[in-house]
């Protein structure tokens, strides 16, 4: 991993930042000529920091795009998004069903309430009842303000609930912070993938 | 927005206390209104309106941490995400321990996040002051119940 990301790293265009991280690890972001996109990053032992996997749940475009640029704008280079575009597709990547055998286990889910097939509550309720499942935060991302629905979801378990702004600013503002309390301040569970182990 | 947030801490640890009340004193957690109790039997007396707590509030948020005397973090969670009345409460683990099993156990318990207190005092309120950044200015809290 460290081999090849090196190699990126010199076929790579403009230098953009280097900064230091916590635990005085030092990030060096870069971008290819032309894209706004970080694509690699070091850290001073020249282990590629672990990416956080989130997974977005979420049917509405221009919410996706909003909350891609919230998460590149907050700390792009330690995200990893995964779009599910209804409730079905958000529990066979996690359960890792019809082709997504491959997916990652996510470390932080962003769930809509609002969704085709099954809706936000369906599968909140799914996750939290899973023996395996139920340790990945699972923050709700929602239109909704209204009491009924974030009181029901907490009682189902949710992590936390945020409501989504409506001004565009507000919504960068309010996404970046999202990933920076899990990444930053909350310890996550770890990666771990055997069903059942963290629960005896 | 000028609403009162309650939060209920639940810490032995003098220094510990010291600094959350000062992380929750000023910017997001100038809002928020500290209620110490420093042991896990306490903390459930609180919630429960018991003797000598009758007439305090339902807490918005509760800040738990894991090594407590007569009942540790785990059991006082393990109550309270048990129990209806209090479920929807979100509860954050604030503990020392930043063990795998500890992390896990903690969120398979229904923690709704588990924060692990850094050594570095400055580190430590760093990390304080994000709490209320983030449960009071980003996400939003349960409504809360009228007793």
Redesign the interface.
């Known amino acids: 991993m460290s081999e090849r990301s090196r190699t990126e790293w010199e076929g790579l265009g403009e230098f953009l930042e280097k900064r230091m991280g916590e635990e005085g690890r030092i990030t060096i972001l870069f971008a290819s000529p032309g894209t706004m996109e970080a694509k690699t990053l070091f850290t001073e032992s020249e282990e590629i920091m672990s990416k956080v996997d989130v997974l977005l749940v979420e049917d509405n475009e221009d919410h996706i795009f909003l909350t891609r640029k919230a998460m590149l704008a907050a700390n792009g280079d330690t995200f990893s998004l995964h779009v599910a575009m209804d409730g079905e597709e958000a529990l066979d990547f996690v359960f890792k069903r019809g082709g997504h055998s491959d997916a990652p286990r996510p470390d932080l889910i962003l769930l809509d309430i609002n969704l085709p097939k099954k809706d936000g509550f369906q599968v909140l309720q799914e996750l939290k009842k899973h023996p395996d499942y139920?340790?990945?935060?699972v923050?709700m991302l929602t239109s909704s303000?209204a009491?009924n629905d974030?009181?029901k979801c907490?009682?189902l378990?949710t992590?936390?609930?945020?409501?989504k702004p409506t001004s565009f600013e507000e919504f960068t503002e309010?996404l970046k912070?999202?990933p920076l309390?899990?990444s930053?301040?909350?310890?996550?569970?770890?990666k771990?993938d055997e069903p059942g182990k963290?629960?005896s | 927005m000028d609403k009162q947030i309650d939060v209920l801490l639940v810490e032995d640890n003098e220094d510990h206390i010291y600094l959350t009340r000062k992380a929750l004193s000023e910017g997001a957690g100038a809002q928020m209104k500290l209620h110490i109790v420093t042991d896990g039997e306490a903390a459930l007396d609180f919630m429960n309106h018991r003797a000598p707590y009758e007439g305090v509030p339902s807490p918005d948020l509760v800040l738990l941490d894991v090594k407590l005397p007569k009942k540790d973090g785990f059991e006082v969670l393990e109550a309270l995400k048990t129990d209806p009345r209090f479920r929807a409460i979100p509860v954050i683990m604030l503990t020392s321990s930043d063990t795998e099993s500890d992390i896990l156990r903690g969120y398979g318990l229904g923690s709704n996040a588990y924060i692990a207190k850094p050594i570095a005092f400055d580190e430590f309120s760093q990390k304080l002051r994000a709490i209320p950044e983030f449960w009071n200015r980003i996400a939003t809290l349960p409504a809360k119940k009228v007793p």
């Open positions: 139920r340790t990945i935060p923050t303000d009491y974030v009181t907490y009682e378990g992590n936390a609930y945020v409501a309010k912070g999202i309390f899990w930053r301040v909350a310890a996550l569970p770890p771990g963290e629960l």
